[in-house]
Structure formats: C-alpha cells, structure tokens
C-alpha cells in the first residue's frame, strides 16, 4: 500500500515515522488534554455557583456607584478569561505550524541518519564522509533553526499565561475589596471569592492554559489526517485504476495490449500480447529505459497505472525484483522469506542450498546477523533463487537476477528452477538476450513498446 502510495505520487514524508510517533503524540496528548478538560468542566460547575451567591450579597461598587448585576462576579471570570484567551491565541497560533515542522525535521534527520548508517560501506569506499556530514549538518541546523523559533514563541506564551494567573489571583480581590471595607462582606466570603474566581477563571481560559499542548496535539493531528488523507487517495486511484488483473484459475497468464505509464500519463512500457500456460519459460529482453521493471511491476499487480487486461494467479505470483530485501533475523528467515521459518524443514531447506551453491552456509542457517551486508552480490541472488524454490510459485518473474553471476552459475541456478518448479511459469527479465538459451520463448521490448519475436 504504501508502495502504491509512491507510485501514485500520494505519498507523504516519513509516513513510519508518523505512525511511531505523531500516533503516539495524538493518543498522549488526548489523554492529557481530556483528562485536565473534564477536570476543568467539574470547577466550572462547581465554583461558578459560588461566585453566582456572592455577586448577589457583593455590590459591584466603582467611584461610589453600584454597577451590580446577576452574576456579575461570574461575567467577569468569563470576560478576563476569554479577553486572555484570545490574546494567547494571537501569540501562540504559529505553534501549530512550528510543532508541524518541528517534527518533519525531526523524522527527517533521524531518516538520514539512519539512512546513512545502513549505507555507510558504499559511502566509506566513495570517499563521502564530507559530503554526508554536510547533508546532515544542513538537516540539523533545519531542525535546530524551527526549534529556537518554537522554544522563543512557547517562552513569549509561558511568559503571559503566567501573568495572567498572577494577576488572578489579585484581580478578584480587587473587584470585591469595595464591598469588604463597606461591611458587606467578610473577610472569609472575600477570599472564597478569590479562590472561586481563580477556579472559573482557570476553567474558563482552559484553552489559553493548555494552548502549547493543544498546537502539539492539532500538529500531530493534521500529520495524521494528511496519512489518512493519502492512503485514501491511493484506494480510490487504485479503484479506478485502468489495468484489469483478472484472477487466472487455471496457473496460466494471458496480457492483452499492456500499457504501463506513469502518473503523468505518459507510456513507459507495452505488451501486445503474451500467453504463457503451466511450464512455460519467457525470456523478456530489452535495453536500459525500455520497461522490464515497469512490465515486472504491472503483473505483479503493484503498478495499478496504465491500460489493457491481465489475467494470471495473482495470489500465487512471486516476483524477484533487482533490489533484494532481507528482513532482520537468522539466516533461515531470511532465505524462507516470507515463508515463516519454522514452516520449513531445515534438511529440505539444507538441499536447496546445496543446489544453488550455497553448501557453506547449511551449518549457519539459525545464526542472526546482518545478512543483507554480510553476504556477497553473487550470494544474494542464489538466495533469492532458493527463496524461489521453497515458494513454488505458480509464476515466477525474475528481474535481472543473474547480474552478479557468471555463465556457469545462471546455468545452475536456472536447472535448479527447472528440476523444482517443472510447472512454474517463469519470466525473466534482462537487458540482453544472453538468457536466450535458458528459456523456450523470447520477447523484446523497446523504448516504451514491446513486441513478440
């Protein structure tokens, strides 16, 4: 899915890194928020019945003139508290788009390290050190630079909220004070008012209070909504996607006019025709930029862009791509991938090692490492092979699977397809015909078009 998002050009940045973390901010800060919320409706409830009983034995007295009214002590928690409220609003609104940003940046970086890391062989060989420290110096100076501005806009927020809650806590004094030094009042009923009045007026300006937590929680939110947003847009292009994949009941595959293009809508790659049945081996020959992968993608249903019909197992496909992935785990994780491990028999997996080549590796299969640096080019793609063979696909595409091997070893790797898979359909993909020999039929593909030969 997440594939299809890139595909379609819906995807969004650090979109694991907005699951682990803004997901995480969210459920935090609701929490947090709704708790001190519901705690905040419970004083307003019950305090603002109290400052309602003392604005009625409380006269309202300014320059020797009474301005009482019902509730008058209420009205003005709620005319302070919202006057501040909106004054905090002013001042903190930006905080919204600063922990937006803030977190981009921090995904970001922590990306690159990471990204960095995992390839620090081809980085060290290449002499990049200069260039990679430059690349991450300029992606913490965008972290740091978002987070001075943040911490100097939380600090101007802080810094009013905290004078607004002093002043609180003497403002209801001095509204009451007239009435003290009157007689109407007791000293005791003037600092229940100043107490009650600080609790309305909190409950009241709970939005002012909690607004840097709220802009964190909007800001995690809307990285949210913008996932949401882009996996949605991806399940609807892939409804409307113009390639129909039917489901093949017989292991057979039959393309009709395959057009594969971009999100541009400009053709990549074309199939006329092709159909292949249980046994068949297709060998799909064509030059850099002409469309094997695209074609590769297309069949195995993870390109939903183009035109034309497909019909093939589509559960039952198992596609090699020229990158190989290699989950963490033993060696015999990886090579079952995604068979689950212990759902294969480690004397059957020991003999298909023994055909692809690999005989030196039997006694290491339940050793964790990190195999995808451990092991050499030529290595991986024999365990890819071996991946092929414990699946027994009912159609195997292979991508240039062969490219780190020599002659003899492809002649191995494809007798062992054979010996295995006797009913696989198999479809490789190179960039010459020097497979020709290894299969029964050729296609060629040319710049954007293919044609059968």
Do not use: C
């Not at 990306?111 to 050190?129: C, K, N, Q, V, Y």
């Amino acid at each position: 899915r997440h594939y299809k998002m890139r595909v379609l050009g819906h995807d969004v940045d650090n979109t694991h890194l907005r699951i682990a973390n803004d997901i995480l901010i969210f459920m935090q800060k609701t929490h947090d928020i709704g708790y001190n919320l519901l705690g905040s409706f419970i004083a307003l409830i019950s305090f603002s019945y109290i400052l309602w009983g003392l604005s009625a034995i409380a006269p309202l007295v300014v320059f020797g003139v009474n301005l009482s009214f019902p509730g008058y002590l209420f009205w003005i928690a709620f005319v302070y508290a919202g006057t501040a409220t909106l004054i905090a609003h002013l001042i903190g609104k930006p905080l919204i788009a600063l922990n937006f940003n803030q977190q981009r940046f921090e995904s970001d970086y922590r990306f690159a390290i990471t990204r960095a890391w995992d390839h620090s062989e081809p980085i060290a060989l290449m002499r990049g050190e200069k260039i990679e420290r430059e690349a991450l110096g300029t992606r913490f100076g965008n972290l740091v630079w978002n987070w001075t501005r943040l911490i100097h806009r939380q600090s101007g927020l802080t810094f009013f909220t905290s004078g607004v809650s002093q002043f609180s806590a003497v403002f209801p004094t001095i509204v009451m004070s007239p009435a003290f030094f009157m007689g109407a009042i007791p000293l005791g009923s003037l600092m229940q008012g100043a107490l009650a009045f600080q609790r309305v007026d909190f409950a009241f300006g709970f939005l002012m209070h909690f607004y840097a937590k709220i802009a964190e929680w909007k800001a995690s939110m809307d990285r949210i909504v913008q996932l949401d947003a882009a996996l949605a847009k991806t399940d609807g292009a892939q409804e409307t996607a113009q390639i129909s994949i039917d489901d093949h009941h017989e292991g057979a595959i039959d393309v009709e006019k395959l057009v594969v293009t971009l999100p541009s809508g400009a053709a990549i790659a074309a199939l006329d025709r092709l159909s292949l049945r249980p046994g068949d081996t297709t060998l799909i020959a064509g030059p850099s930029g002409s469309g094997k992968s695209a074609i590769q993608r297309a069949l195995s249903g993870v390109w939903p862009l183009g035109s034309g019909k497909v019909a093939l197992p589509h559960d039952d496909v198992l596609a090699m791509p020229q990158r190989f992935y290699f989950p963490l785990g033993s060696l015999k994780a990886v090579i079952t991938y995604p068979t689950p491990a212990n759902e294969v028999d480690d004397e059957r997996l020991g003999n298909i090692l023994h055909q692809v080549g690999l005989d030196h590796l039997t006694g290491r299969i339940n050793e964790e490492a990190e195999w995808g640096s451990m092991l050499s080019g030529g290595e991986q793609q024999r365990v890819a092979f071996a991946r092929a063979i414990l699946r027994d696909p009912a159609i195997l595409m292979l991508d240039d699977s062969t490219s780190n091997l020599d002659g003899d070893a492809t002649k191995q790797m494809y007798q062992a397809l054979g010996r295995n898979l006797p009913e696989t359909i198999i479809i490789s993909l190179a960039r010459t015909d020097a497979l020709r020999t290894l299969h029964k039929d050729l296609v060629v593909l040319q710049p954007a078009a293919a044609r059968a030969t």
